[in-house]
């Protein structure tokens, strides 16, 4: 899964679903996500996803698989420098929807544990908290998508989704 692969693909469907495994490839996915949004942004495309933990494919042993539901939402175009100039690449809009004082920000370890983040992630997002979540490196990022499993699983009983 590369950005440009995910661009294209929003370009001319709706949804998909992209799978990836191990903590190398749950960070290769993250920062693909993160760049394709940059290629849409001048278009007036931006994307959504969620994730949940799948079993692997036979023979796939490296470590745990995640598929990524990913989704087209059009936003206003943001067209800037790069985009006129036919590089195509601009500054996605912000995310930012809650006020200051309803933003949460968190620092993910990549040794630490998965289950106490998500049910900090859960606690957050049941009081209508934005959550901010910073990770560096694939173990950190894959033990952050791990949290993220954990907390939409939590809060499925309470009727919410978690979207990033």
């Known amino acids: ?22 903590p190398e ?20 495309l931006d994307l959504t996803s969620t994730v949940t933990e799948v079993q692997p494919d036979v023979g796939i042993s490296t470590g745990q698989c995640y598929a990524f539901i990913v989704v087209r939402i059009v936003v206003p175009a943001k067209p800037g420098p790069w985009a006129s100039a036919g590089v195509g690449r601009t500054e996605p809009q912000e995310r930012f929807s809650r006020p200051p004082g309803h933003q949460t920000d968190m620092k993910v370890s990549g040794s630490g544990a998965a289950g106490p983040v998500g049910g900090a992630i859960a606690k957050c997002l049941r009081e209508d908290r ?10 950190s990022v894959a033990k952050c998508v791990e949290a993220m499993v954990l907390a939409r699983n939590a809060l499925k009983s309470d009727g919410l989704e978690l979207f990033f």
């Open 1 to 22: 899964m590369c950005s440009s692969d995910l661009s294209k693909a929003l370009r001319t469907c709706e949804a998909f679903v992209a799978t990836s495994v191990g």
């Open 25 to 44: 490839g749950v960070n290769h996915a993250m920062k693909a996500l993160c760049i394709a949004r940059c290629y849409l942004a001048a278009e007036g």
């Open 130 to 139: 934005e959550i901010i979540i910073n990770s560096v490196g694939p173990a």
